[in-house]
């Protein structure tokens, strides 16, 4: 044996030196990040097809958040700091899409809060995220029940907030004394329909013209001929996707109507205002506004730079603001709260103290947790609202109005129609 | 009543005009090549999306961006056909499930190009609209009126291409009898060839003048798909003519259910039109028997 050669002891004394070594190498920093903890967000939500304005602006919003919150130390919870990471999952509004991205982001990606839009994937997600005690939230409480402890609706009260603007119509524009509804048939259409009757009912406005079409519809000309066939003071988009409220308001314009128009939302109207005119679009209602209204940075407002946001969120995503943008967003602010309260990123632990009192700090100022007439769980949080009117080609806040005092008023008139429609959360199953 | 009716007859012609050049692309496709094309929705989508880019994104002229929009899904029709319907010709299943991954392919690549989100904004060519003879509450905007004429002018050029020249007669002759016309010295593969490159152009030639009227977006060729294959298979699969009557027949009973009915009720009739037509008429209405 030569005497260079390596002995056997040589080599396992020389490779335990190695390995130790690489281990203080290569270990130093992994024990170094594991002192920075990180709580997962899930958002599972439609990031393309149809509804996908409804989902993908919220999600990149939330990033917004998140990058945010982590540059300004993260999440404190009790002696320690958690960096939030969004985790996202296209559900593309299908029930059997959310099943799967539900069980990716709990069981792999080990999140402790699902942000959804909610609606139609809703029911295909429900009996997991019951089994899995997870902390859920939709912006449509529509899909509350007594069966969905674990759900709750932190933001968006849809389609109750609708009956704000038309209130505010009624209330400014007396001579508007008929309406009518078009809206897609499904479960944002319906529940949104029964609340525009109810609302119009309650305002004394006559509705003439009432039909749902088709989620495939390609050509909105013959539905908006039929509308204004009827010869409506208001025509009422309820709560149509996005991109249909760009054709029919395209439509209303080509075909000549001089009156009011009133929708849930108005997603990227300076594209509609492009398409049809300025004038035409003058005075329009709907539920969303632009987060560079200085009537977001008062007092009472629970969004942090509200119009910092807002600008960033253009800079970031230029041309893509929805009014879902800020809603996820929102809702992650009420949740670090919560979390920060409970000293615990756990889902159970966070939805307690997001519940405690009664009432919690929702975006348009001090809400509290309501729902059990209309959904059978009081898991929505209800107060203000704000109405938004386009004026000089721009959305602005005129008015917030509360939906507790329309409803303490008008309640019977909106169950009345929510049965008539089969909106009630016991006739839903 | 009568404004109301004259307008839904307008509503109708447009509908028609696009219809029809889904559907014509399709039959001729399906003729010649015996293959169920489902990627034909997802070619207008294409060809809708190369007007968002080239008028929508970077101000080209709007006939410039359609012509290009023509061109460049015609050029994907040649591409299919040369490079995945002839090596699967005979075999019909395997064309259909190429077509389809074709359908998600262009899908995806849509998304990687176009982003996911909001529809395109495409902005009208051309602003305005005619006044239907002064009728009160009836109108067409220009834009609506650009669908037809070009409809009109592209169908009819189809037509004298199919009638009077030789390569149309070859086409009609493979779409007739493909051994018969193989033993005339017509060669299928050019046949194919000359078949695909037209259907793909008339669905790009659809997308792209439908661009500014319609929800752009990846999805957009779902519902243009179905309509297709509604007036085809009601008009007798093969058959151009069946096609274009139906075309017509059909969007103005759609349109006019969902003006004076309902639009969802549209729908629903629109394939019960169907299933009485295929229990009576399984050929189609304007359909003939295979030979055996």
């Given at each position: 044996?030569?005497?260079?050669?390596?002995t056997r002891?040589?080599?396992v004394?020389t490779?335990?030196?190695?390995?130790?070594?690489?281990a203080?190498?290569?270990g130093?920093?992994?024990?170094?990040?594991?002192?920075?903890?990180?709580?997962?967000?899930?958002f599972?939500?439609?990031?393309?097809?149809?509804?996908?304005?409804?989902?993908?602006?919220?999600?990149?919003?939330?990033l917004?958040?998140?990058?945010?919150?982590?540059?300004?130390?993260g999440?404190k919870v009790?002696?320690?700091?958690?960096?939030?990471?969004?985790v996202?999952?296209d559900?593309?509004y299908?029930?059997?899409?959310?099943l799967?991205?539900?069980?990716?982001l709990v069981?792999?990606?080990?999140v402790?809060?699902?942000?959804?839009?909610?609606?139609d994937p809703?029911?295909?997600?429900?009996?997991?995220?019951?089994?899995q005690?997870?902390?859920?939230?939709?912006l449509?409480p529509?899909?509350l029940?007594?069966?969905?402890?674990?759900?709750?609706a932190?933001c968006?009260?849809?389609?109750?907030?609708?009956v704000?603007?038309v209130?505010?119509?009624a209330?400014n524009?007396?001579?508007?004394?008929?309406?009518?509804?078009?809206?897609?048939?499904?479960?944002?259409?319906?529940p949104?329909?029964?609340t525009?009757?109810?609302?119009?009912?309650a305002?004394?406005?006559k509705v003439?013209?009432?039909?749902?079409?088709d989620?495939?519809?390609?050509d909105?000309?013959?539905i908006?001929?039929?509308?204004?066939?009827?010869?409506?003071d208001?025509?009422?988009?309820?709560?149509?996707?996005?991109?249909?409220?760009?054709?029919?308001?395209?439509?209303?314009?080509?075909?000549?109507?001089?009156?009011?128009?009133?929708?849930?939302?108005?997603?990227?109207?300076?594209?509609?205002?492009?398409?049809t005119?300025?004038e035409?679009?003058?005075?329009v209602?709907?539920?969303?506004?632009?987060?560079?209204?200085?009537?977001?940075?008062?007092?009472?407002?629970n969004?942090?730079?509200a119009?910092a946001?807002?600008?960033e969120?253009?800079?970031?995503?230029?041309?893509?603001w929805?009014a879902?943008?800020?809603?996820?967003a929102?809702?992650?602010?009420?949740?670090?709260?919560?979390?920060?309260?409970?000293?615990s990123?756990e889902?159970?632990?966070?939805l307690?103290?997001?519940?405690?009192?009664?009432?919690?700090?929702?975006?348009?100022?001090?809400a509290?947790?309501?729902?059990?007439?209309?959904?059978?769980?009081?898991?929505?949080?209800?107060?203000?609202?704000?109405?938004v009117?386009?004026?000089?080609?721009?959305a602005?806040?005129?008015?917030?109005?509360?939906?507790?005092?329309?409803?303490?008023?008008n309640?019977?008139?909106?169950?009345k129609?929510?049965?008539?429609?089969?909106?009630?959360?016991?006739?839903?199953? | 009543?009568t404004?109301?009716i004259?307008?839904?007859?307008?509503?109708?012609?447009?509908?028609s005009?696009?219809?029809a050049?889904?559907?014509?692309?399709?039959?001729?496709?399906?003729?010649?090549?015996?293959?169920?094309?489902?990627?034909?929705?997802?070619l207008?989508m294409?060809?809708a999306y190369?007007?968002?880019?080239?008028?929508?994104?970077?101000?080209?002229?709007?006939f410039?961006?359609?012509?290009?929009?023509?061109a460049?899904?015609?050029?994907?029709?040649?591409?299919?056909?040369?490079?995945?319907?002839?090596?699967?010709?005979?075999?019909?299943?395997?064309?259909?499930?190429?077509?389809?991954?074709?359908?998600?392919?262009?899908?995806v690549?849509?998304?990687?190009?176009?982003?996911?989100?909001?529809?395109?904004?495409?902005?009208?060519a051309?602003?305005g609209q005619w006044?239907?003879?002064?009728?009160e509450?009836?109108?067409?905007?220009f834009?609506?009126?650009?669908?037809?004429?070009?409809?009109?002018?592209?169908?009819?050029l189809?037509?004298?291409?199919?009638?009077?020249?030789?390569l149309?007669?070859?086409?009609?002759?493979?779409?007739?009898?493909?051994?018969?016309?193989?033993?005339?010295?017509?060669?299928?593969?050019k046949?194919?060839?000359?078949?695909?490159?037209?259907?793909?152009?008339?669905?790009?030639?659809?997308?792209?003048?439908?661009?500014?009227?319609?929800?752009?977006d990846?999805?957009?060729?779902h519902?243009?798909?179905?309509?297709?294959?509604i007036?085809?298979?009601?008009?007798g699969?093969?058959s151009?003519?069946?096609?274009?009557?139906?075309a017509?027949?059909?969007?103005?009973?759609h349109?006019?259910?969902?003006?004076?009915?309902?639009?969802t009720?549209?729908?629903?009739?629109?394939?019960?039109l169907?299933?009485?037509?295929?229990?009576?008429?399984?050929?189609?209405?304007?359909?003939?028997?295979?030979?055996?």
């Amino acid at each position: 044996m030569s005497t260079n050669s390596l002995t056997r002891r040589q080599f396992v004394r020389t490779s335990a030196a190695i390995g130790v070594a690489a281990a203080t190498v290569t270990g130093l920093p992994r024990f170094a990040a594991s002192a920075e903890k990180t709580v997962k967000v899930g958002f599972l939500a439609p990031l393309t097809g149809e509804v996908a304005g409804w989902g993908l602006p919220g999600r990149d919003g939330c990033l917004i958040w998140a990058d945010w919150v982590n540059a300004a130390g993260g999440i404190k919870v009790g002696a320690d700091s958690y960096k939030v990471e969004i985790v996202s999952y296209d559900d593309e509004y299908a029930p059997d899409k959310a099943l799967l991205g539900g069980k990716k982001l709990v069981l792999e990606d080990g999140v402790k809060i699902v942000l959804m839009l909610g609606g139609d994937p809703w029911p295909g997600v429900q009996p997991f995220m019951n089994e899995q005690k997870m902390l859920c939230t939709t912006l449509l409480p529509s899909d509350l029940s007594p069966d969905t402890p674990y759900l709750l609706a932190p933001c968006e009260v849809h389609p109750i907030y609708n009956v704000t603007g038309v209130e505010w119509l009624a209330a400014n524009h007396p001579e508007a004394k008929t309406a009518a509804i078009v809206a897609q048939q499904d479960a944002l259409g319906l529940p949104s329909v029964a609340t525009y009757r109810a609302a119009f009912e309650a305002s004394g406005i006559k509705v003439v013209h009432e039909k749902f079409f088709d989620i495939a519809t390609t050509d909105f000309a013959p539905i908006v001929t039929a509308m204004l066939a009827t010869k409506p003071d208001i025509i009422c988009f309820d709560t149509a996707y996005p991109d249909y409220v760009n054709l029919l308001c395209e439509q209303a314009f080509h075909q000549g109507f001089k009156g009011k128009i009133v929708s849930c939302t108005m997603d990227n109207y300076p594209q509609i205002i492009e398409k049809t005119s300025k004038e035409f679009m003058e005075g329009v209602i709907f539920q969303f506004p632009d987060f560079d209204d200085p009537a977001l940075e008062g007092t009472g407002i629970n969004f942090k730079n509200a119009n910092a946001f807002f600008a960033e969120y253009n800079k970031r995503f230029p041309g893509t603001w929805t009014a879902v943008s800020w809603e996820y967003a929102s809702i992650l602010e009420l949740w670090k709260a919560a979390v920060e309260k409970a000293g615990s990123v756990e889902p159970l632990a966070a939805l307690e103290a997001m519940k405690a009192g009664g009432r919690a700090p929702h975006i348009f100022g001090d809400a509290q947790w309501w729902g059990k007439d209309l959904f059978g769980i009081d898991n929505a949080l209800v107060g203000n609202w704000p109405v938004v009117r386009i004026t000089d080609g721009k959305a602005k806040i005129v008015e917030y109005r509360s939906i507790p005092v329309w409803w303490d008023k008008n309640k019977d008139v909106l169950i009345k129609h929510f049965r008539d429609l089969k909106q009630m959360w016991d006739q839903r199953a | 009543m009568t404004s109301l009716i004259i307008q839904t007859v307008v509503n109708a012609f447009v509908s028609s005009s696009f219809a029809a050049l889904m559907a014509v692309g399709l039959v001729m496709i399906f003729g010649v090549m015996r293959v169920i094309n489902f990627a034909h929705g997802e070619l207008y989508m294409v060809g809708a999306y190369t007007v968002w880019y080239l008028y929508g994104e970077n101000e080209l002229p709007f006939f410039v961006a359609v012509i290009a929009a023509i061109a460049l899904v015609g050029v994907v029709g040649l591409l299919m056909e040369r490079t995945l319907f002839r090596p699967m010709r005979g075999n019909p299943l395997g064309g259909l499930i190429l077509s389809v991954g074709v359908l998600f392919i262009l899908q995806v690549l849509a998304v990687i190009i176009g982003g996911r989100g909001l529809m395109k904004h495409i902005p009208p060519a051309l602003e305005g609209q005619w006044d239907v003879f002064g009728i009160e509450g009836v109108s067409v905007p220009f834009q609506r009126l650009v669908v037809i004429g070009v409809a009109v002018f592209l169908l009819a050029l189809l037509w004298l291409f199919l009638k009077r020249t030789k390569l149309g007669w070859a086409l009609r002759a493979t779409a007739q009898d493909p051994e018969a016309a193989l033993l005339q010295g017509i060669s299928i593969n050019k046949a194919s060839l000359l078949a695909m490159g037209l259907g793909a152009a008339l669905a790009g030639a659809a997308g792209g003048i439908m661009a500014p009227l319609v929800r752009v977006d990846p999805a957009m060729g779902h519902a243009a798909i179905i309509t297709a294959f509604i007036v085809i298979i009601v008009g007798g699969i093969g058959s151009l003519e069946g096609a274009v009557v139906v075309a017509v027949l059909y969007t103005f009973f759609h349109t006019f259910v969902t003006t004076f009915l309902d639009g969802t009720l549209a729908s629903i009739f629109g394939l019960v039109l169907l299933l009485v037509v295929l229990t009576i008429k399984p050929t189609g209405l304007f359909g003939k028997g295979e030979k055996h």
